[in-house]
């Protein structure tokens, strides 16, 4: 990536304000013209025949908005964790124990919650759920730590370490608890796990819409004013406009979804009960809006991605992924750079764990089983490349939600769990054959 302060005044004299690509199709010069990322646009229409093809399998059945609802909410501990491993594949290691860790952070923070806190601060306190949940961050950012200082000090390969810890923190699970569930959580705590009343309702669902159509076009005219203001080339107002529309439609779509799905009638009866409302005919209609659990992950991708991309840390991490000897002779602490990796990608264990554990309404000794495979396969179909120094963040969510909805419509159809886990098997070496195939072309 070219920095601003690198670019010579010759150079940006030689910069046209506003290109457009010669040479080859029409359809492959309005490509180039637009940059897009043929990548992305290839998993969303992978996304979009998946949905499609389970849409015709059952009649549309899984089109109904508490299909999508709860397909949002499910995909988010996979992508919550993704963001992270994006970063640890990107610099050139592995993580197998993420599963691990948010199954251990979650017990620990459930075990606080039910059987040492209430004896602390009593029964029902009001900073209960925040207490647990700083504590569960505070272990997976220890559990993350602990793994990056053997793997970036002691030197020990990352995916010995971690294949250790995915034995070692299960191992750990099954002690605290002895095989049994830890519940219930916090009231409070469980609104975290999505549900009917885990929603932040139609009217405050509609203002985040309305904020993300903003942001949407502001980012998109800022980094328009910007690269003129350098002199760097353009995208045609053409490509803008589109881009913008597609995305302004897909956060609309998203707003109107959430908005269509209703708290069950049993749940709304009993919620105008207590409210001294009158139930129109035909029963009360409570619109539950977005979850918790997206507004979390849009808030985790949007950190990260700021993360990988604004911050000196995030190019320390692509840099050592590209070439860690240069990395290291260029004065970059690559060690340093690495635990953090890992202390990081903890923390978003915990978050992961919470999130799965509210859900569920305890923490049961399964919890996390299989998350590493999903994860690393999410990142992979997103465009991380297992050589290193190729990743983003969008790709890894978008990654996790190609991969959550098709293991959510085969479970819908009543697929057996092992073809499950055989076809996701079957789609990371594809995507990883891919990726390999493609590195290849690039270097002839």
């Known amino acids: ?63 109904a908005p508490v299909n999508l609802v ?54 029902g306190h009001p900073l209960m759920w925040i207490i647990a949940l700083v504590i569960g961050l505070a272990i997976g950012a220890l559990l993350g730590g602990i793994q990056g200082f053997i793997i970036a000090y002691i030197g020990v390969p990352s995916f010995v370490v971690t294949l250790g810890g995915l034995l070692a923190f299960r191992g750990v699970t099954w002690v605290i608890s002895r095989g049994s569930t830890v519940a219930p959580v916090d009231p409070t705590y469980r609104l975290l ?31 328009r004013r910007q690269r003129q203001k350098f002199g760097f080339p353009l995208r045609p107002m053409w490509a803008e406009v589109a881009i913008g529309t597609v995305a302004v439609a897909g956060v609309l779509g998203a707003v109107w979804a959430f908005n269509s799905y209703f708290w069950p009638a049993a749940l709304a009866t009993r919620y105008a009960a207590e409210h001294g409302i009158t139930e129109p005919e035909g029963g009360l209609k409570i619109a539950a809006g977005v979850p918790w659990p997206v507004i979390v992950l849009i808030g985790v991708t949007i950190a990260m991605t700021f993360i990988a991309t604004r911050t000196r840390f995030g190019r320390y991490v692509f840099a050592i992924g590209g070439n860690p000897e240069a990395a290291e002779l260029s004065g970059i602490n690559t060690r ?48 991380t490349s297992f050589a290193g120094g190729v990743g983003t963040i969008p790709g890894a969510v978008l990654g996790a939600l190609v991969l959550s909805s098709l293991s959510y419509g085969l479970n819908f159809m009543g697929v057996e769990s092992p073809i499950q886990d055989i076809v996701a098997g079957v789609v990371l070496v594809v995507a990883v054959g891919f990726d390999t195939y493609s590195r290849r072309r690039q270097a002839k």
């Open 70 to 123: 709860n397909l949002s909410v499910q995909m988010v501990s996979i992508a919550v964790i993704a963001t992270g491993m994006t970063l640890v594949i990107v610099s050139r290691n592995i993580d197998l124990s993420v599963g691990s860790i948010a199954g251990l952070v979650a017990l620990a923070s459930v075990w606080f919650m039910v059987r040492i806190l209430p004896d602390i601060i009593g029964l």
């Open 336 to 383: 340093w750079t690495v635990m953090k990796t890992f202390i990081l990608i903890g923390i978003l264990c915990a978050i992961s764990g919470s999130i799965a554990a509210a859900r569920l309404d305890g923490a049961t000794l399964d919890l996390g089983i299989g998350y590493e495979l999903y994860v690393i396969a999410a990142c992979v179909i997103g465009g």
């Open 1 to 63: 990536m070219t920095d601003v302060a690198d670019v010579t005044p010759e150079v940006l004299e030689e910069r046209p304000a506003e290109t457009e690509p010669t040479g080859g199709s029409s359809l492959t010069r309005a490509i180039r013209a637009a940059e897009i990322d043929l990548r992305l646009v290839g998993m969303v229409i992978a996304l979009i025949a998946i949905v499609s093809g389970f849409a015709i399998a059952t009649d549309g059945r899984i089109l």
């Open 193 to 223: 796990g999505g549900g009917s009343q885990g929603s932040v309702g139609a009217t405050a669902t509609w203002v985040l819409g309305v904020i993300g159509c903003v942001a949407v076009v502001g980012f998109l005219l800022g980094r």
